[in-house]
């Protein structure tokens, strides 16, 4: 079963247009989600986690367990955030922690 | 500082071949991960340690994979027999204590069989 969905593959964005890349999660209990991007040719890194409340480059994710989601979200998107983000969900079992990442969604902004 | 380094960075069997692929986590990360990266299917869990033990095995994809820690640090990956459907990037994380820490990513070894 599909713990993270990320329905979408691609997204375009003008520059300066708000940006939303949505992530819904399949877990009952109270997991802990990231974001992670990966900028080109640059290595896969955390962007943000949802324990921390933090907002990291002016994107914020919310997690909403009604809706099983947990979107990211920035108001202005700027060029630089063009790249492959990917949400992912940890929670421990009895055999120790489970992890998933989405498929990704690549964010184009376009000048 | 150093980061997670993976070696080799790039490797090309051929098919029925066994292959090792090598992880070095960041000084003093006690947890490490082996993800597979495919195109179009995102990054794919395989396995864990937290030390030198893993907990669950279950994410490797048959039993030609296997992993291995050994000192705390350095982890293997083996696959053996490959075979074509092998052919992704295989990307190792490390850090501090496995859970809802930060993982450091490596940059990945690509691996592709003929």
């Known amino acids: 079963a599909q713990r993270v969905t990320q329905p979408e593959k691609l997204l375009s964005v003008f520059k300066g247009a708000p940006v939303e890349l949505k992530c819904n999660y399949s877990?009952?209990?109270?997991?802990?989600l990231f974001w992670y991007v990966q900028y080109s040719r640059q290595r896969l890194q955390l962007l943000l986690r949802?324990?921390s409340r933090e907002s990291i480059k002016g994107f914020t994710a919310d997690l909403n367990k009604g809706e099983t989601s947990f979107h990211l979200k920035k108001p202005f998107a700027q060029e630089e955030d063009s790249a492959m983000y990917y949400c992912?969900?940890?929670?421990?079992?009895?055999?120790?922690?489970?992890?998933?990442f989405g498929t990704g969604t690549s964010l184009t902004v376009i000048p | 500082g150093a980061g997670v380094s993976q070696s080799p960075s790039n490797k090309v069997t051929e098919k029925g071949k066994d292959v090792e692929l090598r992880c070095d986590p960041i000084?003093?990360?006690?947890?490490l991960y082996w993800y597979r990266q495919s195109l179009g299917q995102g990054l794919e869990f395989l396995i864990y340690f937290q030390g030198n033990s893993a907990p669950d095995k279950s994410g490797l994809p048959s039993d030609r994979f296997s992993a291995e820690r050994t000192g705390g640090s350095v982890s293997t990956l083996t696959i053996q027999r490959t075979q074509q459907e092998d052919s992704a990037v295989y990307l190792c994380?490390?850090?501090?204590?496995?859970?809802?820490?930060?993982?450091?990513f490596g940059p990945g070894t690509r691996l592709t069989v003929t």
């Open positions: 992912a969900l940890s929670y421990p079992l009895n055999t120790g922690n489970q992890f998933y």
């Open positions: 994380a490390s850090s501090f204590v496995a859970g809802n820490y930060e993982q450091y």
């Open positions: 877990y009952s209990g109270s997991p802990e």
């Open positions: 000084s003093g990360h006690t947890a």
């Open positions: 949802h324990i």
